[in-house]
């Protein structure tokens, strides 16, 4: 509230200002419209607009070669393509370039050095078009790889060119490099009207397969692509980048299409032609003082100068002429009508001076007031800021990080104002999440990184050391499968929280989508259960102090392009001292994944997030939601349905039909039976994280190597399902609660291939 003050302060003061120094506004507008196509012609295709020469039906363009297709078949907006081709145009200029979309060139190898992918890239245009030389590169990204250009200039000429790329490891690639490392750039020559690129690899990529095994290669505009050491694998989503071509009309000099006044394409009175330096041909271009399209009849309309101050140097009169503009001296004045030298003055100056000078001095005194509050300000916000580092913590988070400088996984301190540049001032556009304990909006640093940045609602002022403790061994957890925490900022009210950005949104996005959630197949799902095990064994056994998630469920766990798991928001998590396998806390969470145990104890434990995690295998199996107010009063709660499901022998009247018709039952029944084990009240009876962990990884394992399957009708599932439930439970049909061992002697036996 006090910052919105303050800004209403400072628009009051700017408007006095402006009071003073302006007296009255001028439009900017030239006040010139003019046809950019033929009559009767459409000069849009969607989004893109269409100048003569270019035209979308005969009649409308210059000649074939400057023909549009506009395709709305298939596209909403409608999409043009370059004559009949599958080149499409993204945007033409009257100044002799249009950009077009060309794809990108791919060789890719397994892990025993065999190609598993090859896609050539090649354009081929008219002669009345040539690939720009000077704005596009050929760029060639990978570790392996030799990128090899050919084709054809104007006069039957050939070339050849291209670019080698290499690398040993991941630490020789830099940000923006692209001189060999990783990335290799080379120009084109000039009149190139043909490109046809291929990549080669000279190793199959035997030596860097552990982190990369696919070549890139592309010409396009250099300005459209900035690389990074992600590039290796964030190129494999993108199929297209934009590349410049040089358009021009006819194909001989000025002085031989003047001659023939009939085929001359410079229509307009007021048009000039010149020769481009790429390629056949001439271009027009409207003389100095007039706009417009000089391909056209006439097209090329004188600007009215004095509409737009920037235009003219008059002081006070400006008078409009063809091609130009005066400046004139009204009635009662004197002088050249300009701002240099005397410009206009009146007779009666020395009263009008009088008064300019108390204005000016006015003005002065306003300005110098108006400087000292900034300063003032200025001096506030800087002591606030400091205020809120020390009451956060910041001391001593720095001599937590000098003690471990020598550690290249430690948090870095954000400023607060790198923060607000990153996000736009945390603007709601931003916004990529909201939940209890924050908002999270997606930034983006000065070194190209995109980050999520989490603030939270509020912080406990007495857990500051602790919150600190926190940051430092999060920071340093190295998993593939966790969010990294990069750092944090402690100049605002509440610490801002800096993690790196999981671009494929969450699992429960994925599965409460219908149409995600076909694409997820099962061995999807076992992987990123997999995945999402293995991380919470890592902290539960691995890390040291181990730590409790407190908040599993699968909001928190989020997919990147390669649909890995990345185990996210640790503000509910507790390190665990080393002699205290309990701690007493109040209950935090999220209702539909709560530990039963731990609502009635407050006692939390690591088995807590065990059954957490179990609601997330029921998630994965049923595609349902953890808690549910849309359905009949028993299906609201996912856990309690699906236990009684099972006791029902119904396990497949309730999982997800996605998966129910891959074949895999016996996969599909030891992970429900592996949930139910993570489901038991008492917590002593659930298995623990690593051992779960281990099942999921077998089952994964198991699956892979997998030749043949077994199809089971239902009633065989079922009937087999009976079976299960008979090992585990007692003859009333209640869980035995026997623990985790015993169901390892239960799976079902191997089937058909022996999986």
Known sequence: MAMGLHLLQIQFILAILLIFLTTSISSSNTGVTFPIAKPNCSDHCGNVTIPFPFGTKEGCYFNSSFLVTCKDTYYNPPKAFLQNSNIEITNISLDGQFRVLNYISRDCYDQNGTRVLRNDSFIR??????????????????????????????????????CNSWCGNEGELVNGSCSGLGCCQTSIPKEVWTANLTLRSYDNFAYVSYFSNCSYGFLAEECAFNFSPSSLSSLWNVHRLPMVVDWAVGDGTCDKAQNNTSSYACKSMNSKCYKPDNGYGYRCYCQEGYQGNPYLYDGCKDIDECLDPSLNKCEMKCENTPGNFTCVCPKGYHGDGKKEGQGCIRGESLVIKLVAGSAVGVIVLLLGAF???????????????????????????????????????????????????????????????????????????????IVAIKKSKQVDPNQVEQFINEVIVLSQINHKNVVKLLGCCLETQVPLLVYEFISNGTLFEHINNKTKARALSWDMRLTIATEAAGVLAYLHSAASPPIIHRDIKSANILLDTNFTAKVSDFGASRLVPLDQTQLSTMVQGTFGYLDPEYMQTNQLTDKSDVYSFGVVLLELLTGRKALSFDGPEEERNLASYFLSTLKQSRLFQVLDESILCEGNSEELIAVAMLAKSCLYVKGDDRPGMKEVAMELEGLRISGKHSWTQTELNVEEMESLLSVEMNTYSNGEGNSTGTGYDSMRDHIIPPMGGGR
Not at 127 to 153: H, L, P, Q
């Open 125 to 162: 245009l008219t002669t009345s078009f040539t690939i720009n030389n000077t704005a596009n590169k050929i760029t060639a990204i990978g570790c392996d790889t030799n990128a090899f250009v050919y084709g054809e200039r104007l006069n039957n000429n050939f070339y050849r060119t291209g």
């Open 371 to 449: 400087c000292l509050y900034l300063e003032l300000q200025r001096r506030k916000l800087i002591t606030m800021k400091r205020k809120f580092f020390l009451q956060n913590g910041g001391l001593l988070l720095q001599e937590q990080l000098i003690r471990r400088d020598k550690s290249t996984d430690t948090a870095k301190i954000f400023t607060s104002a790198e923060l607000n540049k990153a996000t736009n001032n945390f603007h709601d556009n931003n916004i990529i999440g909201q939940g209890g304990f924050g908002t999270v909006y997606k930034g983006f640093l000065s070194d190209n990184r």
